[in-house]
């Protein structure tokens, strides 16, 4: 985590005066993967990874903001807005900006600074880190009451308008909401958390990542959302009340999927099996039934493999190296796919030994070693009070 005094300390230095402070996190999905754009469920935590912003209202309507990460400042207009789209960090801080206009918020312009701990590019959600709390901060700092949900819809409208990714609501949600403690079952259509306790004393939750990202995982995102929706169409003409794959039960898919072609059937049967499993493992982890989980999760990422077809060889080794470490009871890719990262579930008296098997078992294939992260789950954007010090 960001310790927010350091980001107070480089605010005053840089603007001089005295900011006020937030914060968002980066996020590791349990389970339900890739069922969140089809309103499907998803059961997401909150890591101890985080995006501080400081901020200050400026009496015009200009906001200008500075990253202490790449030590580079942007600034934009709030009644002008640019075009979106340039690959820069600044589309997801515009765009949250001008989502929240869109959506009547009343911000103010301001000076922020910035500084994130969340891993860039791994699939732990560095982006929707940077929209929650920018986003939580602008509208604070404008004095406006931002409703959470709302934060988290114009963290997406952002990644749709701003970015060009046509993402789910899971990051942003989890982003926003997340709850320390606990993990989040998410209904994705009626945008409903239901707050799930981690369960598991001693267990902890271990993030392995490849440190590879694959060309592939836009194109391959666009590519499988569309084959989903080709799903529903095709579903649709039997079952007259499907709207989304959400509402295609395991046992209707299994009446009708001779009716989808290939690859629309593994695709969907993906889908359909994966929000199955993610509301069986929400009861899993309430009742503190880790084996059962971890069945779950090692079925996930099989599904995710072989039907979604969104894993990739460096995922693989890390999930099947998992498999043989004593005190493993479930692993799975987690995020969008095509490299990023691997949760566990890990006893803590194996974590150790998890740790430097993991590490050399795949720094002699892959060439380099994963970097590996244990988190608790944490809460999700909020200020938070830098203590004054002296
Ligand atoms: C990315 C997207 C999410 C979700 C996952 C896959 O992280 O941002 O909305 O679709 O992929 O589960």
Same mark, same amino acid.
């Given at each position: 985590m960001i310790e927010p005094n350091e980001v107070r300390r480089a605010f005053q230095n840089l603007y001089g005066t005295e900011p006020r402070l937030f914060r968002a996190p980066g996020r590791v999905n349990l389970i339900g993967e890739h069922t969140d754009y089809n309103d499907g469920f998803v059961m997401p935590m909150a890591i101890n990874r985080d995006t501080v912003v400081a901020a200050r209202a400026r009496k015009d309507r200009r906001v200008r903001i500075h990253t202490f990460n790449l030590n580079e400042t942007v600034e934009f207009d709030l009644d002008h807005p640019g075009p979106g /789209?340039?690959?820069?960090?600044l589309d997801y801080v515009e765009g949250v900006a001008q989502s929240l206009l869109r959506r009547g918020t009343q911000l103010r312009g301001a000076d922020l600074a910035l500084k994130s701990?969340?891993?860039? /590019?791994?699939?732990?959600?560095s982006s929707a880190a940077l929209e929650i709390s920018v986003g939580l901060a602008l509208s604070s700092v404008s004095e406006v009451a931002i409703d959470k949900v709302q934060l988290a819809l114009a963290g997406q409208q952002a990644e749709h308008e701003f970015v060009g990714a046509k993402v789910g609501i899971m990051d942003q949600y989890i982003a926003a909401l997340g709850r320390a403690g606990h993990a989040l079952l998410i209904d994705?259509?009626?945008l409903q958390p239901t707050l799930i306790p981690m369960n598991l004393p001693d267990t902890a939750i271990a993030i392995c990542n490849t440190r590879v990202k694959h060309e592939l995982a836009s194109s391959e995102y666009n590519a499988r959302r569309a084959e989903c929706e080709r799903g529903v169409e095709l579903l649709h003409e039997v079952l007259p009340d499907v709207r989304a794959l959400r509402d295609v039960s395991v046992a209707e898919f299994e009446q009708y999927q001779d009716l989808l072609p290939e690859p629309v059937k593994r695709r969907c049967r993906h889908i359909v099996t994966e929000n199955a499993r993610t509301l069986a493992a929400a009861d899993a982890l309430k009742a503190g039934n880790l084996r059962e989980m971890g069945r779950l999760m090692y079925q996930s990422h099989e599904s995710l493999r072989d039907d979604y077809e969104v894993s990739c060889t460096e995922l693989d080794l890390l999930v099947n190296i998992a498999r043989t470490?004593?005190?493993?009871?479930g692993a799975r890719m987690t995020g969008g796919g095509f490299g990023g990262c691997t949760v566990n579930l890990v006893h803590r008296d194996n974590l150790q030994t998890f740790q430097e098997k993991i590490s050399n078992d795949y720094q002699s294939k892959i060439g380099h070693p994963p970097f590996i992260y244990v988190s608790e789950a944490v809460n999700g954007a909020e200020e938070v009070m830098g203590k004054d010090e002296g």
């Open positions: /789209g340039r690959r820069h960090w701990d969340v891993p860039e /590019g791994a699939g732990l959600s994705c259509r009626s470490i004593e005190g493993v009871a």
